[in-house]
C-alpha cells in the first residue's frame, strides 16, 4: 500500500529533548518541583529597547510584507555590527534576514546542495541540521569529534573524510552542545582546505557573543568572503521567540538567495525586524553584556560542581550556555539516567543521543540558561541521584 505521507518523513527524528520537556512541563503541572536544565533558551528577556520598539511597530501599523531580503535598514546595521564588532567589511546586500537562524540554515542548504550530496559536520552536533539537508533530498555526513580535536572538525579530519559526493562543511563556533569553538587558524585551515575543493564552508555562528574567558570571537567572515555565515537575534541578543535570524552569503550568490527567500518564505517577520533595529543601541548591547557576565558565573558554577560530582568535562565550554559532560563510570545509557533523573529527581538534561551517535550513551547536556538558584538546586538533586543510581 502507498504511504500517505512522504517517505523522507522515516529520516526525521523529533528531539528527545521535546519528549522530555512535554514530561517535565506534565510533572510541573501535577505540582513537581522540576528543574529545566534542558531547555536551550535565556531566561532574561529581550533588552528593554528592543521590547519597546516593537510595541511601537504595532502601534505604528508595520505590519505588511517587507522585502524578501529584510528591510534595508536592519541589513545596514549588521553590517555597521560585523564592522565595529569583527572589523570587517560586510555589504547588506550580501545580508539576508530569516525567520531565525533556523530560516538561516534552511536558505544555506537549499544554496548550496544537491540530492545525492552531503555536507561533513560533527558529530555530536546541532541535530536539525542533518534534517536540513535531508529535506533536500541530501546527507549529513557525520565526522565523530572528541575531546581531542576541541570538539570540532579539524581540516585534517575534512581530508580524511572527505568523499565523492562531498560538497562542503557545516560548523558551528561556538556549537551547540559542547560550546567548544573554532580558532582563527583552524579555521582558515578549514577554509583554504575547502576552497581547494571548490566546497562550500558554512559557518553557524548563532552562539556568537556568549563567548567566555576571553575567548576569540573571530567571524568566519574576517577569514573569507566566500563562505556562507549563518547567524540569529535569538541567543545572545535573547529574541528566541521573534523568530529572527540572518544569513550573509558570497556576493555572487545574492540574487539565488533572494529568489529562495521569495519562494520560502515572502519575509520574516516585520514587527519583529522593527524591533531589532534597536538591538544594536549602546543600552540594548549594555544589558545583553550583563547577561553574559551572567551566564560565565553560571558556567563556572555549573563546570566545577559536576566535575566534583564526577562528570567528565576535558575541555571547559567557551561559548553558548551548555555543558556536554561524560556520565559517571557506571552509568552507561544516558537516555536511562535522563528519564530516572527526571521522572525521580525532578530535573530534566538532555541525552546525549539528541546530538549524535559517537559515544552518545555515555554523554548528556546541560544547560545553563537558567539563574544560578536553579543551577544549585539542580545539583543537589543530582547529588542525591547518584547515590542512588550509580
Ligand atoms: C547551533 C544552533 N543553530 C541554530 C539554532 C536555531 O535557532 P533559532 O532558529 O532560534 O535562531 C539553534 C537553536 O538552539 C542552535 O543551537
Redesign the pocket.
Known sequence: MRQKYAKRLANIQPFKVMKLLARANELEAMGRPIVHMEV?EPDFVTPQPVLEAGIRAIREGRTKYTPAAGLYELRQKISTFYLSDYGVEVAPERIFITA???GA?LLAAALTINSGEGLLMSDPG?P?NRHFLSSFGAEAQLVPVSSTDGYQLTADLIRQNWCQTTRGVML?SPA?PTGAILLPDALTEIIDYVGQQNGHVIV?E??HGLFYSNAASTSALEISDQVVVVN?F?KYFGM?GWRL?WLVVPEDAADSVDKLAQNLFICASSIAQYAALEAFTETARQEMETNRFEFEVRRDFLVKNLRELGFEIPLEPQGAFYVYAKLPANIINSEDFCSRLLEEFNVAITPGTDFGYFEADRHVRFSYARNLQVLRSGIDNIRQALKVLV
Open positions: 536551550g531565525g537562524g533556523s540554515l546541532y536539525c558551528a551547540n553557524d548563532i552562539y540569529s535569538s528566541t535570524g
